[in-house]
């Protein structure tokens, strides 16, 4: 009886977890909209990497982290402009205002990327990879738009090191627990609307919605629910060196309140940017970033939790790092 309790508990917090939020936060998706939308892959004009790691609710234990790798590029990209979101503009002199003056919309071209992230939250550990595919093709003179979609597997594991039981030595328990592995198909897509000024996206993540079957009970029963987002960004210059770009995100998960965050980067020079970032009913966050090189960037991220959700007024904030790579960069030809 003590047996089942345990388990049913075990498996209850995960299934609260997996009904109401698989899919980590990042504080820093303005630097890779990819992670969001899969129609942002081949978007720029050189492979574009990015390495994150996120350490959620610091002083927590057990509290969240996710670690993702990304990878995408173009196929048959026959053009040199970049997106508005980019670090560098096109042409030799990167802090001009020849980017707005010269951009045209993308010659229609493919994208191919990967993507892979693991988030642990206590005992639970999910990994999902998939690979992208996306089609740009241009609208008018100065507008493009690009669709794709994503496809792989997640799985689902419970770390038995991390787990402490009122009984250690029950191996029936113990058995439970270390055997206790999920797989579930991995599907998104979207659709990304940009110019040399803005961008709106719409993306659904998390597509197919299933059942992770965790015991003999209904209790033990919970849904991967689809997750819905809308972003949108501006881009404006208010001096030769100085540009800014305010944008919002909507996420929507079905069972849980409307998520805003709302964006504002401050980029000088083309080499250095800062900015802050609100999401309704959890917190504030400052953001800085540093354009090393033609090739690598690294940026950061601190978030100040102290909204309306469990645990967050009992942490010291989160951390999140960023690096970027971008490799057969083109510009460094010009």
Not at 85 to 108: I, K, M
Not at 115 to 125: D, E, M, P, R, V
Not at 136 to 146: P, R
Request: proline share 3%; hydrophobic share 40%; net charge positive.
């Amino acid at each position: 009886m003590i047996k089942r309790y345990i388990l049913n508990f075990v498996f209850l917090y995960f299934g609260t977890l997996a009904s109401a939020q698989l899919r980590p936060h990042y504080t820093q998706y303005i630097l890779n909209n990819y992670v969001i939308n899969p129609a942002v892959t081949g978007i720029e004009n050189y492979v574009d990497i990015k390495l994150s790691a996120r350490n959620q609710w610091v002083g927590v234990e057990g509290a969240p982290r996710t670690y993702y790798l990304t990878a995408h590029m173009p196929l048959g990209k026959g053009d040199y402009r970049q997106t508005s979101t980019s670090f560098d503009l096109v042409g030799q002199n990167t802090r001009g205002n020849e980017f707005v003056q010269s951009y045209t919309a993308a010659s229609p071209h493919h994208g191919v990327g990967i993507t892979a992230f693991n988030y642990s939250t206590g005992y639970i550990n999910r990994i999902t990879s998939y690979a992208t595919y996306a089609y740009h093709i241009g609208l008018n003179a100065s507008t493009s738009l690009s669709a794709g979609f994503g496809a792989g597997f997640t799985s689902f594991s419970i770390d038995r090191s991390k787990v402490t039981l009122a009984t250690d030595q029950d191996p029936a328990v113990d058995q439970s627990l270390a055997a206790f592995k999920r797989f579930k198909p991995e599907l998104n897509a979207g659709i990304w609307l940009y110019s040399n000024r803005y961008f709106v996206g719409i993306s659904a993540q998390q597509i197919i919605p299933s059942k992770l079957t965790l015991m003999d009970n209904a209790a033990s029963q919970s849904s991967m629910v689809p997750h819905i987002f809308t972003t949108a960004g501006y881009r404006t210059r208010v001096s030769f060196d100085v540009t800014l770009l305010p944008s919002i995100m909507f996420r929507y998960v079905a069972g849980l309140p409307m998520s805003v965050d709302v964006n504002l980067k401050a980029q000088f020079l083309d080499v250095f940017w800062v900015g802050g970032s609100y999401r309704n009913g959890d917190g504030f966050a400052g953001m800085c970033g540093l354009n090393l090189s033609r090739k690598f960037h690294v940026s950061y991220s601190y978030d100040l939790n102290k909204g309306k959700y469990l645990l967050s007024t009992m942490n010291r904030g989160t951390h999140e790092i960023v690096l970027g790579f971008m490799l057969n960069n083109r510009f460094d030809e010009l």
